[in-house]
């Protein structure tokens, strides 16, 4: 069974400043996807930003940006020039290539606060 | 375009009550999921669903739980009967395809006393 780690329960940066958070996964899958959430105090689940296993090249959404290891089995998301909206909490997910199987496996989340 | 709409948004009943969530998915999103999101065991996938058609369940707690989709365009997830243990945010989503993101509700928040 896949599972995905958030090794960072909380995390705190100043506005303007780059963060970034941490996620690894394990599976023995070659083909997948991994997404990032931003889920905020109003609770709704938002999409940051998705990558293909079989893409090299790292996702990119504006200031938000991932750094994608497949061998490491990583797939972290940087923030750059943060603002006090980004505060939020942020889910690591998971899914499976496979067709018929299309569910989102959630790490347990990073709470982000961006300070003044 | 109107995304995916969940009701009711909040809802407090007492244990033992029948307790039935509703979505609307996204028109010609042919994938609908129910997630349950607590504080010990964060978002976990409850069922999913394809051309309305059950396809994964395993993530259903008991017999307690059911969901049905009657079409294309309408969802429900239903507790009979609830008990406290029950409680936490219910979110629906949907997708175009595999590979492709879910877009989420915004979520029922469940509270059973």
């Known amino acids: 069974a896949q599972t995905v780690t958030q090794s960072q329960p909380e995390m705190s940066v100043q506005e303007a400043e780059t963060v970034t958070l941490s996620c690894t996964y394990d599976?023995?899958?070659?083909?997948?996807?991994l997404f990032w959430y931003k889920q905020p105090p109003s609770r709704q689940m938002i999409l940051v930003i998705r990558?293909?296993?079989?893409?090299?090249q790292n996702a990119t959404e504006n200031r938000f940006s991932v750094n994608f290891q497949k061998a490491a089995k990583s797939f972290s998301l940087k923030i750059s020039d943060s603002q006090l909206g980004d505060t939020a909490m942020y889910f690591c997910?998971?899914?499976?290539?496979?067709?018929?199987?299309?569910?989102?496996?959630f790490g347990k989340g990073t709470k982000l606060t961006v300070n003044p | 375009d109107a995304g995916v709409i969940q009701s009711p948004r909040h809802e407090v009943t007492e244990m033992g009550q029948e307790v039935t969530l509703r979505c609307k998915p996204i028109?010609?999103?042919?994938?609908l999921f129910w997630y349950r999101q607590t504080m010990m065991r964060g978002l976990e996938l409850l069922i999913y669903?394809?051309?309305?058609?059950?396809?994964?369940d395993s993530g259903m707690p008991e017999d307690r739980f059911s969901a049905k989709m009657p079409n294309a365009s309408f969802s429900t997830l239903k507790i009979q009967p609830s008990e406290p243990r029950d409680s936490a945010v219910y979110f629906c989503?949907?997708?175009?395809?595999?590979?492709?993101?879910?877009?989420f509700g915004d979520g029922t928040r469940l509270s059973i006393l």
């Open positions: 599976t023995s899958e070659n083909n997948y996807y």
């Open positions: 028109s010609g999103h042919n994938s």
């Open positions: 990558q293909e296993a079989y893409k090299q």
């Open positions: 669903f394809n051309n309305n058609v059950p396809i994964d």
């Open positions: 989503a949907s997708s175009l395809e595999t590979g492709q993101p879910q877009h």
């Open positions: 997910a998971f899914m499976t290539g496979r067709g018929g199987s299309e569910k989102l496996v």
